[in-house]
């Protein structure tokens, strides 16, 4: 049972591979989306969340630069 689980989540890998950049341009995308609705200038933000944004963009930006740089190598 285990080893079929394993090989759905290796064929389930390779499907989502060729969507790979349009879920990249989504996340950046809303990324951007999400800086503009924060420091626009509209409503009362707290610092929490601000501080929250950055720590996800960090994140998923070197995410993002990583699983690039992987795909570039041929790994």
Do not use: D, E, H
């Not at 759905?8 to 950046?28: D, E, K, L």
């Amino acid at each position: 049972m285990l080893a079929s689980l394993g090989l759905a989540s290796v064929t389930f890998g390779a499907w989502i591979n060729n969507y790979r950049p349009f879920f990249i341009a989504a996340t950046m995308s809303l990324l951007g989306l999400a800086f503009y609705r924060t420091y626009s200038g509209k409503g009362n933000i707290s610092p929490w969340s601000k501080r929250i944004l950055w720590i996800t963009a960090a994140v998923s930006i070197g995410l993002t630069a990583y699983s690039i740089l992987q795909s570039a190598r041929g790994n």
